[in-house]
C-alpha cells in the first residue's frame, strides 16, 4: 500500500521541521484519533497509539478500495443517460415507439390481473429492478443492522468503563490527599508528644521512658500503615489510568466502526429505497407471490419482451454500459420529468458514496498528521515511528 511511504517518504529532519501548517488544521476530535491522555514518554502507550493510527489508515483505505468500483457504476449510469438524451431523429423516434410499448404493456399487464395485489405497483416495479441483489441486499443490511446493534452495545459498555475508570482515577486522588493529611496530622502528635514528655521530664523531673516508647511505637505503626495505604493508591492510580488508556483508546476505534458502519447502512437503505432489511425481506416475499400470479399473463409479456429487446438494441449501438437497465427505465426515454428524477437518485447515491470516501480519506490524512505530528513534538521517538510504518507496509503489501 503505497499510501504509507508517502507518510515518511522525506528525510526524517526535514520532515519534522515542515509539519507546522500541516497538523494546524484537524478533524473533528470526537471521530478521530487523539493524544489526549496518552503519555507519549511510556512505551507502550505510544505503540498502542501508533499502532492506532497506523490501523486507522489502513481501514480507511480498504473502506475506500471498495467504495471505487461502486461510485464507478453509479458515473457509468449517469453518462448513459446524457448518451440517450442526446439520440436524435428517426432513431429517436423509434427509441421512443419502444419505450412507450413498453410503459403501456406494463400497465396491461397489471390491468390484467383483476384482483388485489400483494403488494404496490410502485413496490412491484422496485422489487422487479432489485430483483437480482434484493438477497444479496437483504444478507449486507442484516449483518450491517447486526453490526450497528454489536457497535452500539460495545459503545454503551466501554462508556460504562470509562466512567468507572474516571472514578476510580478521582477515588484514588482522594484517598492520596487524605492520606497525605493524615500524615501531617500524626507528625503533629508526635511532635506535641514528644514536646509534652519533654516538659515533663526536665519542668516536673518525672520518668517519661515509657511515653517516649508509646509514642514512637504508636508513630511506627500509624506512619507505616499510612505509607502502605499510600503505596497502594498510588498502584489503584496508575492502574486506573493505564485502563482508561486503553478504553479511549478502544472507543475510538469503535466510534470509527460505527460511523463507517451508519454511513454503509445510509448508502444500502438508498440504495434499496427502504428503511430496514425487514421491509426489503417482506417486498422480496410478496414480490415472489405477485410474479407467480403474473405468470397468466405470459402473452401480454412475450410482447413486452420483443419490445425490450428493440429497445435495447438501438442503445447498444450507442455503445452504453448497461443498456438493459433502461427497460426498467423506459418512462425516463418519454418523460423529461422522469428522466430527472431518476438521475436525482443516482446523484444521491453518487453523493452518499463521495461523503463516505472524503471521510475515509479524512480519516487517512488526519492518522497520518497525528504520526507526523507526534514525531516532530518528539524527534527523540522518530525513529521508531518510522520502523513501525515500515513494519506495517510490508505487513499490508503482502
Known sequence: M???????????????????????????????????????????????????????????????????????????????????????????????????????????????????????????????????????????????????????????????????????????????????????????????????????????????KVGYMITAATAAIVLTVIYMKYTENIEELERASASLNKVILLQNKVKIRYINNTSLLEYLYAKYEITSGKELERLRTQYVEERAQREKIRQVEEDLEFHEQKLVGILKEYHLFDPLIWIRQAEAILDKKEMVEVRHNYILRRQNLRKQMEYNTKLAEYASMELKKLARDYPEFSSEILQKVSVYEKKNQK
Open 2 to 208: 503505497k499510501f504509507f511511504s508517502k507518510i515518511f517518504k522525506r528525510d526524517k529532519e526535514q520532515q519534522i521541521q515542515d509539519l507546522g501548517e500541516e497538523v494546524s488544521k484537524q478533524p473533528d476530535q470526537e471521530i478521530y484519533l487523539s493524544r489526549e491522555d496518552i503519555d507519549v514518554f511510556d512505551k507502550e502507550q505510544r505503540r498502542q497509539f501508533v499502532d492506532s493510527c497506523l490501523e486507522q489508515m489502513s481501514e480507511a483505505v480498504k473502506e475506500m478500495d471498495s467504495l471505487k468500483g461502486e461510485y464507478e457504476l453509479v458515473n457509468s449510469y449517469l453518462k448513459d443517460m446524457e448518451e440517450v438524451e442526446q439520440i436524435k431523429g428517426p432513431q429517436k423516434k423509434e427509441l421512443e415507439d419502444h419505450a412507450s410499448s413498453i410503459v403501456m404493456l406494463s400497465l396491461d399487464t397489471k390491468q390484467y390481473q383483476g384482483k388485489k395485489r400483494t403488494m404496490s405497483d410502485k413496490d412491484y416495479s422496485k422489487m422487479v429492478r432489485l430483483k437480482d441483489v434484493a438477497e444479496e441486499g437483504i444478507i449486507k443490511i442484516k449483518e450491517a443492522e447486526a453490526y450497528q446493534n454489536a457497535i452500539h452495545q460495545d459503545l454503551h459498555r466501554l462508556e460504562g468503563e470509562k466512567h468507572a475508570c474516571q472514578y476510580r482515577k478521582h477515588e484514588a486522588g482522594v484517598g492520596l490527599m487524605n492520606l497525605k493529611g493524615m500524615a501531617t496530622i500524626c507528625v503533629c502528635a508526635v511532635f506535641a508528644c514528644i514536646v509534652l514528655l519533654l516538659f515533663l521530664q526536665f519542668a516536673l523531673s518525672m520518668d517519661a
